[in-house]
């Protein structure tokens, strides 16, 4: 899958960007990108912030975009 997004800034920071972003669209592939993101998240910094993005793409989950 092909993500662009604006290079610089920590990948916590880019990949939460996106995901928010990505819902708040209704992006078509939104759960792939969440599935990319998770696996960018695993590798950064041995996993550091992989708690912190799998509670913000289970709130996710349960905001109402229309």
Do not use: Q
């Not at 759960?31 to 996710?60: C, I, P, Q, W």
């Amino acid at each position: 899958m092909k993500v662009s997004y604006v290079r610089g800034g920590p990948a916590w920071f880019r990949c939460s960007t996106g995901i928010i972003v990505a819902k708040l669209v209704e992006r078509p592939n939104y759960e792939d990108l969440v599935s990319f993101h998770t696996g960018m998240m695993t590798k950064d910094n041995k996993g550091f912030y992989m708690k912190r993005f799998e509670a913000l793409a289970n709130s996710l989950k349960t905001l109402p975009v229309t």
